[in-house]
């Protein structure tokens, strides 16, 4: 009896450690269950929100530019980005810097790349048209050359370089980069104002972002590329062996871009001014990038901001000929022609404020292929990637003086004709 007692313990003992297992595996496979569920449930939500945001996205660019060039147009920002590389003019060898990225440094591919020559201030390398399109072509990376071991190259879009060669900086200006962030405008316009030797005022570059991140990475480039003496607090080189000696003052700062010319001392301070504004962006959006949506209200707000900046902008502008190109690389006409509307219909704003052409200063045969596509709108250009290689990217060309009245004189020069055909597709419902 003793024996038949003790086995009845050991198979009770048994049957409760499994049924224990078993409720142990079934809570652990439930609670995993549950855990799976709500991880997924929020991927479901940000899936569907990326979804939403790419319907009211397509709808509303029906409505802009029709449904036939909105495909064609959306098939293009799709594509990767096409870039060129803007050729540091401060190198050391500025003449032959070029050459010899396509010769002895061998970092340009010359069976690849050609150089684009603007003026020696200028330069650009652009892919070569005779590449085949279904070779791969990666741009090289910038990499330290000659005495000052300054940045050989900067890599930017096709279309970027165009505003800040439309601001026409002259060296001996006072130029406010209002939205400098992350700097390839920067360089550009900086490459074209500092020179070794200025007669008269001293070249002034003002690089300005508000946010510190940005800000940063701005100061950055600017030490990768700029020589120290022109840079406003740098940590100072001997420069006695370089074989230039650069005149001016670059200066990074970090003020609210629409809080400029508050104070009666910074009005006019400026004889060129770019304002490169925050946009919806939406080719980051098609391409999925983290965290980006779209939605008609967003892109309100970010046309709200944008005419703030830009009256910010007009205040500080010189009203003796000074210049201010405004660009984006938004494809919406609400950010874009509809702003600058706006100024101009503001008879505070516009007083002596002068629409120019957008392409005025870039007549020039060695930008024939930079410039194939672009299009003009009632106050500038755009340029879209279904028509160009390169963009998006729409810039208008303002200038004020002090005895002149608002108003778009190269435009009142053309015929209705004329600015018919050049308005786009007006026959797909293009609003300008």
Known sequence: SCMI????????????????????????????CSKMKAQTKPQKSVAAKQQNSMSELDR????????KR????????EKPTEHVAWINPFCDFQEQTASR???????????VWKLVRYSDKFSFMVQRDDVPSDIKVNMPPP????????????????????????????PGSRVLDICA????????????????????AKSMLTSNDRSQPRRDRLLQVMREYIPAELLKNAASKDSGSYQRKFQGILSVTGVDATLWGRSPATCGCFDRILVDAPCSSERHIVHGSSGSSWTHSRLKRDAKLQGQILQSAIRVLNP???????????IAPEENDEVISKIINNSRLAKGLKILDPLVELQHEALGGLLQGVERTKYGAIMLPDKSKYGPLYWCVMEKTISGA????????ESDSDSENQSGESSEGQEE
């Open 5 to 32: 007692a003790h086995r009845l313990r050991c198979r009770t003992s048994v049957r409760g450690y499994l049924l224990l297992l078993i409720f142990v595996l079934s809570s652990a496979s439930g609670g995993h």
């Open 60 to 67: 509303y660019f029906v409505n802009v530019y029709g449904s």
């Open 70 to 77: 909105w495909s064609e147009l959306r098939e293009a920002l």
């Open 101 to 111: 990225l396509l010769g002895e440094e061998k970092i340009f591919d010359a069976s």
């Open 143 to 170: 990499a330290p050359i000659g005495l000052r071991q300054l940045h050989s190259h900067y890599v930017l879009d096709g279309a970027s370089p165009l505003p800040a060669i439309s601001l026409r900086a002259a």
């Open 181 to 200: 962030a992350p700097g390839g405008k920067s360089l550009v316009i900086a490459g074209g104002l500092f020179d070794v030797e200025t007669s008269g």
């Open 320 to 330: 003796n000929g000074g210049r201010l190109v405004y660009s984006t690389c938004s």
């Open 406 to 413: 608002a108003g778009t004189a190269w435009l009142e020069s």
